[in-house]
């Protein structure tokens, strides 16, 4: 496959697939832009395969699909194989396209490997773990599946201060925390509750109000916390603008800002979270690159 061909089959992936994270990634200069487009399918790939709606993207990778029960027992030797496409992209021998872009963007950009195992440690773990006891637990977590994200992405972004990957890592905790309670509902028919068990018991939540979408004031003010916890994370992220390479700064602020604006609107209904899945339509995304235009800020 040509190189080309390859990056166009990543493209689609994260234009179909990571609609918020696409926002910012259309203004990154090319080489930037289709490393990340890489980077992002290998790690949406990883994803998908330990989720039972994985869709065309774990399934073009690691062939056709079968029943759910059999999908989940195999789970952990599809992640196993996926992880050698890795280990041969890396090697300069891959053979699947996502991987074939990828190694083409490690000619361009010192990607650490150690940050997509990570990623893949996490998406291990999601196969055994469906509960979290403590905030900690949750964070740990944080850094598997979101801090590794940050930690490609400010490889290829390229950045001049030793404090940028701090400064990343709250950027991709506010992230994954939104994502935590935007999707608490969605999480459901996986049987997995992220927010911190401890958590539910301090706002007197039971699991089974959680499962029974339950909205009165104990669930109300759990929400609540997480939202501004989050929102606490973006808060923290800020130095990251002025840290970043100049080309990088603005699809970075786009990014964050694409996910501010969905806690934003959290916050003004929290019972939103167990409802339904949050999404921005294209007008509001393009309000977002216009307010960020005028006010370079996340929250």
């Keep these: 496959m ?4 390859a990056y166009a089959y ?32 290998f790690c949406r790939v990883a994803d998908d395969i330990v989720d039972d709606d994985s869709g ?13 029960a059999a999908e989940a027992a195999a789970a952990p030797q599809v992640l196993d194989e996926w992880q050698r496409e890795l280990d041969r992209a890396y090697d300069a021998s891959a053979t699947h396209p996502i991987t074939i872009a990828l190694a083409d963007a490690l000619q361009h950009f010192d990607i650490p490997k150690s940050a997509f195992i990570a990623l893949m440690d996490g998406c ?19 850094d598997l599946v979101a801090t590794s994200i940050s930690d490609i992405s400010l490889s290829i972004f390229g950045y ?13 905790t506010a992230l994954q925390l939104t994502n935590v309670t935007r999707d608490i509902g969605d ?8 927010v911190p068990l401890e958590e539910l018991r301090r706002f007197g939540v039971a699991e089974q109000d959680v499962f029974a979408r339950v909205e009165n004031v104990s669930m109300r003010q759990l929400i609540e916390f997480q939202l501004d916890r989050a929102e606490q994370y973006f808060r923290d992220a800020e130095p990251l603008l002025r840290e970043l390479a100049f080309d990088a700064r ?15 609107k959290l916050k003004k209904d929290p019972f939103i979270a167990i409802r339904k899945r949050l999404s921005l339509t294209p007008l509001q995304k393009v309000l977002v690159v216009g307010t960020r235009v005028l006010r370079p800020h996340f929250v």
């Design 2 to 5: 040509k190189i080309d061909e």
């Design 10 to 41: 990543c493209r689609a992936i994260a234009h179909k697939h990571g609609a918020n994270f696409s926002v910012g990634f259309r203004f990154l200069p090319k080489v930037k832009r289709r490393a990340v487009y890489a980077a992002y399918a």
């Design 56 to 68: 065309a993207a774990a399934a073009s990778a690691v062939g056709p699909r079968e029943n759910s």
């Design 124 to 142: 291990r773990q999601d196969l055994v773990k469906s509960r979290y006891e403590t905030f900690d637990e949750l964070l740990h977590y944080c």
């Design 160 to 172: 001049r201060s030793d404090a940028a990957p701090a400064h990343g890592r709250s950027l991709a």
């Design 187 to 194: 999480d459901l028919a996986r049987d997995r509750i992220y």
């Design 250 to 264: 603005f699809p970075t602020l786009l990014m964050g800002g694409v996910y501010a604006t969905v806690l934003a």
